[in-house]
């Protein structure tokens, strides 16, 4: 092209002339706006729903499928408007759509649905989420492939014309930059019917800048011999080549709704979590699009190979410490997810195939998707899809050419000796009480230290093969199945998942208990356990044990007479074991699948052996179930629901608070259980005790030394009461003491801190002087 087709012609009006210098800075300025708005929206939008399907990671993930096929609609839209050849014209109707959606704000979740299921919740979130916020999402997430097609047009014998894509990386870096800011900034300062004024007004100021771009298209009017002509098309895309599209798309996709699943149910459940995957997945294609990446491809295919060959060793293992846990599964999912959007980048087609190319992408996010939170909750008993796609990845790599060398072969045969090694130790332990009890029960991280360190051979082997793309899977496949034999084989008797987590059963020996032991898991947290031995069944476990706070209510209400109590979140049913013949007690479980296992005598026997009468179970969220019960009824509420190790954040609030206090007795008493690894969330719970001026002490009870593992727990709870005369007894008992006075700000149904919650639990702040 010479410099001749630059040069604007004599006769060019004005406004034809302004155009042509556009800066790309007005174009990605509204890219970034547009994709900032569209991902803010999500974990947002997100939080109001939140409430009626409790805290699990599972309405995240449906929740990002919703909003990943609503970006398919959205890429879709845009590439059919691609047909119409008058920029112009595509300007007028995207206009249009746009105040049309304007019609749905302030953004909201509408009850035309009613209440959710707790046996079927996936299609009440699902449409829900389409009635309330489908068509700004669509329309919005339309924008960036308009923008960066119409940019193509207008900007057409220019050098910055001729690869629109670098706007892509605009537009993830508004997405990256909106999410990261959200649990950092956004939620901490701002309540969510102030997000939800903020994200109108800055979808107004957006819609402000079309108009502008608007203008400046539509003033080409002065001379219609400059209306921006279509550009050149190129030969069509394959169909291998757009099933590779989808392929590389949708692998990504899959690898953060599963690494999601894995942190949040197997090793910190912390809401906020949900939206690192997403931030770095957006950063990837960031990355990928730049015309000069930050991280070479090159580069990207040699650290991805190290940390998938660790990733899917440690994968298996829940008693590995956390924050390496973490860091090792962030990383593989960081580099695997760039190695994929890099190879989508390298093979992007030419810019008259922009907006089909953003289409088959987004129909990859959705299949991965689908794939994830969807179709293998209904396959798979554990988060299997997650090394599954850590494996399948390894097939994008090279292949690599001729025969393998004899050093290669070697360096196979030695990374399956090493995979074969852990799984004879283990079948070797297993035949052994002895050394099973010592391996496993005594010393729960020996094995899996034992297992990484033994199969370290296997993980060098595999990358020294990194581009033998098949032998490389195979070798992770070996890895794989030694380490999730090991992990998971020994200590499981049961497993399986609803929409709500993972729940496993284990058999945990302890002679001190009278032999067998159940334990009941969600994620990595106990959530009650029972001895099988008959002389010992009927005595509560753990945290519902006779000394903990939550034991001790139940012996204190007791005592004053027949009993009403209520207890949120079912577990093993252990608190069944204090309701005698005259007492009632009801629990409100929103997981179907935890009613039936506490009432499966093969399981547990509370309910079934223990109680003395019937127990009642109300399904739902608590919050929306316990309302409907008569006011001023029971004398014992027990806020007991936790997600993995997090109290769903809405049970803690100063309304829902509020509402418990309702439902008691004059002299009744509501107790908070407050134990959390991760989150600080006493100090709220104490707020809002002192926002609603109700009396309240807190005890926290720690563990024995010499009492076996599973007969108790450390504890701590809030006890809160409408009346001085609740507590009476409480305060009588050295146990309970008057909790400290707080300044943190009290959680609300339109204000939590989850941010701030873990910095307390993890940097607390110097004790006032």
Known sequence: MSDATLMPDAGTPAAVLAADRLPPLLFALAIFTSAALVFVVQPMVTKLVLPMLGGSASVWNTAMVFFQTALLAGYAYAHLLQRIGSIKVQVGLHMLLLVLAALFLPLRINGWLGDPDPAAPIG???????????????????????????YARVRAGHADGQNPYV???????????????????IEPLATLSGQRLGWSMGYGLFVLMILALAAVVWSRRLDRSHEPAPLARSAPIPWSEKIRFVLLAAAPSSLMLGVTAHLSTDVASAPFLWVIPLALYLLTFVIAFQSKPVIPLPVTMVVSAAVAALSVVMVAFRSIEWPMAFTVNILAFFFLTLMCHQLLAARRPAPDRLTEFYLLMSLGG????????????????????????????????????????????GAVILAIVAAAVPVLISIALNADDYARTIFYAKSPLMMPQLTILVLLPAVLCAFVLRDRALVFTGILLAMTLSAQWVGRGHDTSFSDRSFFGV???????????????????????????????????????????????????????????????????????????????????????????????????????????????????????????????????????????????AVPTHLLTVEAIEGYLKQLKPTGVVILHLSNRNLDITLPAVAAAQALGVPRLHQMTLQGPDTPDLAEASTEALILSPTEQGLADFRRDPRWIDPTETD??????DYVNLFGAMQRRYFPPEPAT
């Open 167 to 185: 706007l892509y990386a605009a537009s993830n870096l508004g997405s990256f930059l909106a999410l990261l800011s959200y649990p950092v900034l």
């Open 366 to 409: 959705v299949v991965g998707g689908a794939f994830t939170a969807l179709i293998a909750p209904l396959l798979f008993n554990m988060v299997w899809e997650y090394p599954l796609v850590l494996l399948l990845v390894g097939l994008f790599r090279p292949w690599g050419k001729g025969e393998l060398s004899p050093r290669q072969w």
């Open 503 to 645: 729940v496993r059963i284990a058999n945990v020996p302890d002679d001190r208990l009278g032999g067998d032991v159940h334990v009941l898991t969600h994620g990595t947290t106990y959530h009650g356990a029972q001895a099988r031995n008959p002389l010992f069944a009927c005595e509560p476990r753990m945290y519902y044990a006779r000394v903990t706070p939550i034991g001790q209510s139940a012996l204190m209400v007791g005592r004053r007479g027949p009993a009403n109590i209520g207890v949120v979140g079912l577990g093993t049913g252990a608190m069944a074991a204090y309701k005698r013949t005259e007492d009632r007690m009801t629990f409100f479980e929103i997981d179907p699948m935890v009613d039936r296992l506490a009432r499966d005598p093969n399981w547990f026997t509370y309910i079934s052996n223990c109680a003395q009468g019937p127990i009642r179970t109300v399904l739902g969220d608590a919050r929306l179930t316990l309302a409907k019960e008569p006011a001023g009824s029971y004398d014992l509420l027990v806020i007991d629901a936790f997600s993995s190790d």
């Open 744 to 749: 943190v700000t009290a959680w609300t149904d």
């Open 124 to 150: 009440w979130l699902l449409l829900t989420l389409a009635a309330s916020v489908g068509a700004p999402f669509a329309v919005l997430s339309a924008t960036a492939p308009l923008l960066q097609a119409w």
